[in-house]
């Protein structure tokens, strides 16, 4: 896993601050890859609330603070509600990803 102790913390800590104590979260894509270099990192969350209202309010001011706390960052955060239809890269991402 290509994230550090310090990302680590601050991306569950931020995530869960305003998506709900009870949410989980993956880390996927290349940043599973320890041989790899560079890429984004990508999210994947199953959240404790979901209001899309709340969804949409949150995931604001998560993203603002998460670039604040780990810089030039590109950051993909896919969310799943477990509404509407479902989508294939919820299941890639929880197979193939790192639950943090």
């Known amino acids: 896993m290509r994230i550090t102790p310090e990302q680590h913390r601050h ?3 931020i995530l869960k601050k305003h998506f709900g104590q009870g949410s989980r979260i993956w880390l996927f894509g290349s ?3 320890d ?4 890429g984004d990192i990508d999210l994947y ?3 404790e609330y979901q209001s899309a209202k709340d969804i949409v309010a949150a995931r604001l001011a998560a993203m603002a603070e998460l670039h604040q706390a780990l810089g ?3 950051i993909d955060l896919v969310i799943n509600r477990h509404q509407g239809p ?3 890269i919820y299941d890639i991402a929880k197979t193939s990803g790192i639950e943090l």
């Not at 041989?35 to 560079?38: D, I, N, V």
């Open 11 to 13: 991306i569950t800590g």
């Open 35 to 38: 041989q790899a270099k560079g």
């Open 31 to 33: 940043r599973i890859n």
């Open 72 to 74: 030039d960052q590109k």
């Open 45 to 47: 969350l199953e959240p």
């Open 86 to 88: 479902r989508q294939p």
